[in-house]
């Protein structure tokens, strides 16, 4: 999707409603009425809450289900940084007995995990039922968001919209933030990464606080920027109570995950000021920014004791929104959201009295927020089967194209190209199509290339496809399954989902397979992946072709944090300077942005299994041709300058042009190209200069 004309959306109205009042919308019970509790924070073993206030919220003039208190009736100081709490009567279908309770504000633009507040005084609550303090600073009348020690984003230079690329020349780039670092756990390396350790990756003048004595992360490089690619997809960057996990158990919607902020030898928390300076920092080197948002469920969500019953459902209460096409929907041990309970009321995304649906307006709101606050330049959604509901899916992906055109808009930009450098992707492994051919989203994960790209580069077909010219048709052209357009498809040889046989790195799939001799195989895949109709997403570690350090079975694979250590090995450094050339060729080959594609020779005779086709219109001065063997088979005597092997159908070169292969940066003679002897397991690719 490259262009997409759409209404402009305003602001949330409950955010810019926020900047003056302390606002808590759809309490379950209001009598006793709900409280503000509100204080500062004193540091200490235990940390306190020093000159606390508890102030009662009343309805407001927005709407009966929206309860708040103007800041200037709060007795607050100018320039003073305040955390709080809501405090309620408890609603959490779990319990039996309901007292009251102190609650983060579910659209607080920041929280401190180091305050909690106190558990109530009844034996069915636990230190899981302690949340954290919402934080805010009151200036000139204003709530304004900032980080607990007061630290505010800082987007000066960041660059204009319209400088960073376009969708066809994405190469995405999936990164749990927290597999950025290791640390030694028990002899065991696990994940220990922030915000700041991913800075170092992306930014060249960052300084490698977590990095010494690491070569590529040094001073003046930066391993993301060297490799080229375009975008950046941050596994949840929203805040979890979990702790050296990814996150995905998102707690608080509106604020950067707490943890990932922490930085310094006194490990300061500064969530929101730390990841606004990594995505100003993709901005800058010439990467998108796309959060992973989780809506499926949540886990320890201030609703849980606020209002369960509009928001969550009860795990085997009988609520037919449990299940999904028949299928029981997992919440993986979080509460699964609710998308069909509707109610009328004020709406926190438009600011209307109107017909809604809680949990839709909850995430509109919190996609407007990311998407203003943190200027992200594209979404992609987690589990989209498990949120079971189509038609919210259609709104969120509108509101988000319409909240980008709002953007885009302020910038004095081409409405008609605002489409181009927005993106909202869907995971699903099932990899439901209808959602595409209904328009309902952008784009889905191409499960498909994985699955056959790895029969490939064993030299089997897939079961789904037991030809394999026909598999491996479908691998290069995402048409042939169901897409329409290559940017409806999301291209990957690993993903973050590396459980089970088959989903694991790709050096631990080839040593499952019994190959010992790595580089090509890899190298051969890389090729087939970045050539490919659709969009690449290279899974961290896996260019430079990374390995398991604890099992991928789980339960700690989402400790197992990538080893840049390993990417100066000599073998894997020479992966990584193949991804980088065929990267550069994706993000400036104008062949690779279309669909065209022409296969144009086959030969499975004698045990060979060799292809080549044509991205790019035949004959052009765009055209690109690669020739790819999945097999053992190489052209006798090779080495020979009378050795060959005849590739059929080989296009003409327009009048004053040349070759080049890419994959060894070389040119190719006229005469050559075409008849150059292949190897086991390689792929060429040859361009038109």
């Not at 709407?63 to 709080?84: N, S």
């Not at 928390?269 to 990594?278: F, I, K, S, V």
Request: with cysteine; hydrophobic share 40%.
């Amino acid at each position: 999707m490259q262009a997409v004309n759409v209404p402009l959306q305003p602001a949330a109205d409950l955010l810019e409603h926020k900047k003056t009042h302390f606002a808590l919308w759809r309490p379950a019970v209001t009598d006793p009425a709900p409280r503000l509790i509100i204080g500062t924070f004193v540091a200490g073993e235990p940390p306190r809450l020093a000159d606390e206030q508890a102030f009662p919220l009343s309805p407001s003039a927005k709407g009966p289900d929206l309860w708040d208190i103007a800041a200037r009736d709060c007795l607050l100081e100018d320039g003073k940084i305040y955390h709080y709490w809501f405090e309620v009567t408890d609603s959490n279908l779990y319990k039996e007995s309901h007292p009251r309770i102190w609650c983060t504000d579910p659209f607080a633009l920041s929280v401190d995990w180091r305050l909690l507040g106190p558990r109530p005084d009844d034996a069915q609550f636990g230190e899981e039922d302690r949340y954290p303090a919402g934080v805010v600073l009151y200036r000139n009348g204003e709530l304004l968001a900032c980080d607990p020690d007061g630290q505010m984003p800082d987007w000066r230079n960041d660059p204009p919209l319209e400088t960073l690329p376009v969708n066809t020349q994405l190469v995405i780039y999936e990164l749990p933030a927290s597999w950025s670092r290791t640390r030694k756990e028990g002899g065991v390396e696990v994940a220990a990464g922030t915000f700041r350790d991913v800075l170092a990756l992306v930014d060249p003048a960052a300084i490698p606080f977590s990095f010494f004595g690491l070569a590529i992360l040094q001073e003046g490089r930066a391993h993301l920027r060297d490799l080229g690619v375009t975008a950046l997809e941050l596994l949840p960057s929203a805040d979890s109570f979990v702790k050296g996990g990814w996150g995905y158990a998102t707690t608080n919607y509106f604020t950067a995950d707490h943890d990932l902020g922490i930085y310094g030898r006194n490990r300061k928390p500064a969530p929101n000021t730390e990841l606004a300076r990594l995505i100003r920092a993709c901005h800058q080197n010439g990467l998108r920014f796309f959060d992973d948002v989780v809506m499926a469920f949540s886990a320890r969500n201030p609703y849980r004791s606020i209002n369960f019953p509009d928001f969550f459902i009860k795990f085997d209460s009988g609520d037919p929104e449990e299940y999904s096409q028949g299928e029981h929907r997992d919440g993986f041990g979080s509460d699964l959201f609710k998308y069909q309970y509707e109610v009328d009321g004020y709406d926190p995304f438009t600011g209307q009295q109107q017909r809604l649906f809680p949990a839709r307006s909850f995430m509109l709101t919190y996609l407007d927020h990311w998407m203003r606050f943190y200027r992200i330049d594209g979404v992609r959604i987690d589990s989209i089967v498990n949120i079971a509901n189509w038609d919210f899916i259609q709104s969120f992906k509108a509101a988000a194209h319409s909240i980008y055109q709002a953007r885009w808009h302020e910038q004095r930009n081409n409405p008609e190209t605002a489409g181009a450098r927005f993106l909202v992707a869907g995971e699903e492994l099932a990899m439901p199509l209808d959602l595409l051919h209904e328009q309902r989203i952008d784009s889905l994960w191409n499960e498909y290339f994985k699955r056959y790209v790895r029969s490939a580069i064993v030299g089997r077909s897939h079961p789904d496809e037991p030809l394999f010219e026909e598999m491996v048709k479908k691998m290069v052209d995402c048409r042939r399954i169901g897409f329409g357009d290559g940017s409806q498809a999301i291209n990957y040889l690993t993903s973050h989902d590396v459980e089970g046989y088959g989903n694991e790195r790709l050096y631990d799939y080839l040593e499952s397979n019994g190959v010992y001799e790595k580089e090509q195989r890899i190298k051969l895949a890389f090729t087939c992946l970045i050539t490919a109709v659709g969009v690449p997403m290279i899974f961290a570690g896996e260019e430079f072709a990374d390995q398991h350090d604890v099992p991928a079975e789980g339960p700690d694979k989402q400790t197992d944090a990538v080893n840049f250590e390993r990417r100066d090995d000599p073998w894997r450094a020479r992966i990584v300077d193949h991804v980088t050339r065929l990267v550069r060729l994706r993000t400036k080959a104008e062949e690779l942005w279309s669909n065209e594609t022409t296969f144009i020779h086959s030969d499975f005779s004698e045990g060979k299994r060799v292809m080549a086709w044509i991205r790019g219109e035949i004959g052009s001065r765009t055209m690109l041709v690669v020739v790819a063997n999945f097999s053992d088979y190489m052209t006798p005597d090779a080495s020979s300058k009378s050795a060959e092997y005849r590739i059929n159908n080989w296009p003409e070169l327009p009048e004053g042009m040349r070759w080049k292969e890419i994959t060894q940066d070389r040119k190719v003679s006229v005469e050559w190209a075409g008849r150059e002897p292949i190897f086991p397991w390689e792929a060429k690719v040859y361009a038109v200069v």
